[in-house]
């Protein structure tokens, strides 16, 4: 058995709970190694203290998960079948009481909560997210390498990007060569949705990009990622077209300071509230306070978004095995928009970039 799962037995035991039902497609990626979106149907992974835990799917995926490399009972549930009652009898038929069950309950909706609600009377629900996450914290040898692989795609798509700026192009008319040539290498999902801003566009750290037009002295911002082997990648740089002028050069420079130190302080024993401040505090110190208006960073895996988030406020100690994203940024609203963001993986006593895309500023001719 895996120690992904063992971990999780042993916490079922400690806390008392009799059964978890894990239901997010990236906790069940991560305990069980089949990746599916089962969109309305219901998949979940239900793990016991004491005993082999089994699978839930739609029929459709049962032969998926087998060939996923799942050891233990896979329970099919055609469209035809009510896949709660199927849920009940397999618990029930594995433990003669359920107390507590432990769920992710921020994937749980309302309907799926009565029907646990109905079929497991008096049982109290416990929340599962928490120790996933830690668990999900510390990378292995095996997810650093695959995140590393992402990381290059990753660069690779910002070079793809780079050299298709030219007069003309619109934000989307470079996204779709960018995801193009990624298709091409067998990349056939992003870690989310491309962007590419140019101009006063960048300067909103979460734009929409659209038809604009890439025009000489602006600059523009790439932000994305890859999913590659179930574990995404998420890169930000930004270039310059043709030419710059001083203030753009001046916010350039400061984000690329502020990254540069954030990266090579990354150590085991650093809080990452001290990260989040040393970036903060030279933007501050250049003026550009007020313009950085979001996280240092974030823990990158299966999910795009996990653990740790890198705040100010957090206390949390840097460990190694911590795979999370380095990304200052500063929006001057009218003026440029500059972010760069760098995947970092913490070793013994260190760190190591995942990502290597140049961050000195360029000028794309
Ligand atoms: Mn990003
Ligand atoms: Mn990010």
Redesign the pocket.
């Known amino acids: 058995m895996n120690h992904r799962l063992q971990d999780l037995m042993q916490w079922l035991k400690q806390e008392n709970i009799d059964s978890a039902f894990i239901t997010s497609t990236e906790n069940v990626f991560y305990l069980s190694g089949f990746r599916s979106d089962p969109h309305e149907r219901v998949l979940g992974i239900v793990v016991f203290p004491e005993i082999e835990p089994f699978l839930i799917c739609p029929s459709l995926d049962v032969h998926d998960a087998k060939e996923s490399g799942w050891e233990y009972e896979i329970i099919g549930c055609s469209d035809t079948e009510n896949p709660w009652e199927k849920l009940e009898k397999h618990i029930k038929n594995r433990i003669s009481n359920v107390n507590v069950l432990a769920l992710e309950k921020e994937h749980m909706n309302i309907e799926r909560y009565e029907q646990l609600l109905n079929r497991f009377e008096g049982a109290r629900f416990v929340a599962a997210e928490e120790k996933l996450r830690q668990l999900r914290l510390i990378k292995d040898e095996k997810e650093k390498e695959i995140l590393k692989k992402a990381a290059e795609y990753a660069d690779f798509a910002v070079q793809v990007g780079v050299n298709e700026i030219q007069e003309g192009k619109t934000e989307l008319d470079i996204i779709a060569a960018i995801e193009y040539e990624l298709k091409k290498k067998g990349i056939s999902e992003m870690s989310f949705s491309t962007m590419v801003l140019t101009g006063a566009n960048a300067a909103s750290p979460h734009g929409n990009p659209g038809l604009t037009k890439v025009k000489k002295g602006d600059f523009v911002l790439f ?1 994305l ?1 890859v999913v590659y082997e179930g574990y995404c990648s ?1 890169i ?1 740089r930004t270039v310059a077209y043709d030419h710059f002028n001083e203030e753009q050069e001046k916010i350039y420079n400061t984000v690329l300071k502020a990254e540069e130190e954030a990266v090579k302080a990354v150590k085991p024993g650093i809080t990452a509230k001290e990260l989040d401040q040393l970036a903060r505090d030279i933007i501050t110190d250049a003026g550009f306070g007020d313009y950085f208006p979001h996280r240092l ?2 823990g ?1 895996g299966i999910g ?2 996990e653990y740790p988030s890198v705040t100010n406020t957090n206390e949390l100690i840097i460990q190694e095995g911590m795979v999370f ?1 380095i ?1 200052p940024g500063i929006y001057v609203p009218n003026v440029a928009g500059v972010r760069i ?1 760098d995947d970092v993986y913490v070793t013994k006593d260190g760190v190591e970039i995942l990502t290597s895309f140049p961050k000195k500023l360029q000028i794309v001719k």
Request: charge should be negative; charged fraction near 35%.
């Open positions: 932000d990622g998420d930000t960073g974030h990158l795009v978004h994203t990304e963001e």
